[in-house]
């Protein structure tokens, strides 16, 4: 079996996560990862906690020690410079498949450019509740796609950071495409748990093509919950547990972790099964500039300089 080739731009949190989860890919792989902080890559080692053993290989290179060929590169640096990082890895070497992180970039000016350098590229975009077996399975409760209202009632989410994958699991749950997104923020922006990215909490309601909807309420103070309404039916949803209707459960699961999930894409997009997957570039891109767009039409939002958004 040939070994495979995999580069992580970004050792945080989620690049070690990616990491934790490649161990239980079966094929070979050799990975190399970037990450300029030696005391972030010692911590990302430690949280992956995977011996390097279970590779062939494992490097800590220098964007400048970069060559050759990957077969998938996963982009998982903060927002604030994902575009440009992933265009010096462009410049550097082949790559066969792309997974970024998201929120994509801070700006519509960036996702055009983002969408103009990748535009020749096989890139995913990981906003992965459409592939979860959970909503899979509530997919497929609903006989394929179907005209739905989506609602998310969360106290305290913050929207900037958590609003696109719901944005995306509604046009994977109803099959049909965004069309316009409407924000209100009683309080606008404050700083994140993340140093220098800031955020907001608010009313969020997203339209699709086919009369789908979203709403995210994350202000009042209500007790949380998330409901599906079909065909005159509401099904509860509970991340956590399952999907109940009628207060009979009908799906029993849970939302995976990001450790859980790394090696199933991977092997996903190493073995071209790609039907039913996460967003392409494109689709994903098309997301942000409507959510980006209802940031600046907010006027609580749009209060920063030259439109750019420090989400991370």
């Not at 970039?105 to 590229?121: A, G, I, P, T, W």
């Not at 497929?140 to 106290?155: A, H, I, M, T």
């Not at 065909?231 to 207060?247: A, Q, W």
Request: charged letters at 25%; hydrophobic letters at 40%; glycine letters at 6%.
């Amino acid at each position: 079996m040939n070994t495979k080739r995999i580069l992580i731009v970004g050792f945080g949190n989620l690049g070690s996560r990616y990491l934790q989860g490649f161990r239980d890919i079966s094929t070979k792989l050799s990975v190399d990862i970037i990450e300029p902080n030696k005391i972030a890559y010692e911590n990302g080692l430690e949280t992956a906690g995977v011996p390097k053993s279970d590779f062939k290989e494992l490097n800590h290179l220098s964007m400048e020690e970069l060559n050759g060929q990957y077969d998938i590169v996963v982009i998982s640096t903060s927002s604030k410079i994902r575009r440009t990082i992933a265009e010096q890895v462009l410049s550097k070497v082949v790559v066969t498949s792309w997974i970024f992180e998201k929120v994509l970039v801070q700006s519509v000016l960036d996702l055009e450019k983002l969408e103009d350098c990748f535009e020749n590229q096989n890139v995913w975009v990981n906003t992965n509740r459409r592939i979860m077996p959970f909503y899979q399975q509530l997919y497929r409760v609903f006989s394929g796609p179907k005209k739905l209202d989506f609602y998310v009632k969360w106290k305290n989410l913050t929207l900037g950071c958590n609003a696109i994958h719901f944005i995306d699991l509604v046009e994977f749950l109803s099959d049909s495409q965004l069309v316009k997104i409407t924000i209100e923020s009683a309080d606008g922006w404050y700083e994140s748990k993340r140093a220098g990215y800031l955020d907001f909490e608010g009313k969020l309601i997203a339209t699709y093509s086919d009369g789908s909807s979203l709403f995210i309420d994350s202000e009042s103070d209500i007790a949380s919950s998330i409901t599906c309404k079909v065909d005159g039916r509401t099904y509860m949803v509970d991340e956590s547990k399952g999907v109940s209707l009628e207060e009979q459960e009908i799906i029993v699961g849970r939302l995976q972790y990001q450790s859980e999930l790394s090696g199933f894409l991977v092997e996903r997009i190493l073995n071209d099964d790609v039907e039913k997957f996460l967003p392409d570039l494109r689709t994903s891109i098309r997301q942000h500039r409507c959510l980006f767009n209802a940031i600046a039409d907010c006027s609580k939002l749009n209060c920063l300089e030259h439109e750019i958004w420090p989400i991370t």
